[in-house]
């Protein structure tokens, strides 16, 4: 789910499924185009659930990305999803 530059969070994840508006990276269009809204009769609670079970099989994966706050001395930490290595696998199959 990452890809020259383009990436996106969980909860950004969840929103476009859910319907809701999302600003950001030309990668969040895209999946905005084929999903926004898709999943909008489902509860937050439920998608963060589907995403977690996707995480489980391998299906989606996290990336922990660092990055030095200007001015201080500390670091904060983003959690990007990726394409796992069961999604290839997913695609083929057309599911």
Not at 21 to 41: C, E, P, Q, R, Y
Request: hydrophobic share 40%; aromatic share 6%.
């Amino acid at each position: 789910m990452t890809n020259s530059g383009g990436q996106i969070t969980l909860k950004q994840t969840i929103d476009i499924l859910r319907g809701l508006n999302v600003k950001g990276a030309w990668l969040k269009d895209i999946i905005k185009a084929h999903f926004s809204g898709n999943l909008s009769t489902y509860a937050e609670k439920d998608l963060r659930r589907l995403m977690m079970q996707m995480l489980i099989k391998g299906i989606i994966e996290e990336e922990f990305t660092e990055t030095s706050i200007p001015g201080m001395n500390s670091t904060q930490v983003t959690v990007y999803l990726v394409g796992g290595r069961r999604a290839s696998n997913l695609i083929h199959k057309g599911l």
